[in-house]
């Protein structure tokens, strides 16, 4: 059972407007949430985190929302660019809890298209 | 400058034949993992180490094997148990400092011919 889900496969948004990117989590024990962006035949590069004790965390262009009652994160870009244009990828970790529960569970990833 | 360096960027394998992915890091990081990612779906994680000389099985483990003989490097062979091998592989490590943050490599698809 997916323990992370990104329920939209894909998403396409127009250059300037807000890209918001979907993240549903079912372990109540994870406490340590983050987002990847990954370009075709490249390795997911880290974008930003957040902690299960904040419910917003910014950088830059990229804002990431917790709602621990939902279960549920979303990660904005605004605006977005053609340059975002790549596989987005929630993952989660129980971190608190250390062994294989500090391991990452990854999403299924949304692909994000950003048109001119 | 740091990173983590697969190689080779692509491989090739014969039927029955076990085929060794390379992974090298000098983040001086204690924690390194392996991943497949099949299309369409996430990364699924093969195994780990989160120490020299110790590591882990993750959710997918059968039909590969690894050894952490040394803090930089983690292959990571596919044997031919592994029926379907065929998928894009990537290597992680994660330090103490930024602790649940990996950084992963560039991966290696790996196909059967």
């Known amino acids: 059972d997916q323990q992370v889900k990104q329920n939209s496969p894909s998403l396409s948004v127009q250059e300037g407007r807000i890209s918001i990117l979907n993240c549903d989590y079912t372990n109540s024990m994870f406490d340590y949430f983050l987002w990847y962006k990954k370009y075709p035949a490249e390795g997911p590069t880290f974008l930003i985190s957040?902690?299960?004790?904040?419910d917003k965390n910014e950088d830059g262009r990229f804002t990431v929302f917790l709602n621990k009652s939902a279960k549920h994160l979303s990660l904005h870009i605004v605006p977005s660019q053609p340059g975002d244009s790549a596989v987005y990828f929630c993952?989660?970790?129980?971190?608190?809890?250390?062994?294989?529960?500090?391991?990452?569970?990854f999403g299924k990833g949304t692909k994000l298209s950003v048109k001119p | 400058d740091g990173g983590i360096t697969q190689s080779p960027k692509y491989l090739f394998r014969k039927e029955g034949q076990n085929v060794t992915l390379s992974c090298e890091q000098n983040?001086?990081?204690?924690?390194m993992y392996w991943y497949r990612q099949d299309p369409g779906q996430g990364l699924r994680l093969i195994y780990y180490?989160?120490?020299?000389?110790?590591?882990q099985k993750g959710d997918i483990a059968e039909g590969y094997s690894v050894s952490r003989e040394k803090k930089e490097s983690f292959p990571l062979t596919v044997t031919s148990a592994q029926k379907n091998p065929t998928a894009f592989y990537l290597c992680a490590s994660q330090g103490a400092v930024a602790k649940n943050i990996q950084y992963f490599g560039a991966g290696t698809r790996l196909s059967v011919l």
């Open positions: 983040l001086n990081h204690d924690a």
């Open positions: 957040i902690s299960s004790i904040k």
């Open positions: 180490s989160q120490i020299v000389n110790d590591f």
């Open positions: 993952a989660a970790s129980a971190m608190n809890y250390g062994g294989s529960q500090g391991n990452l569970i």
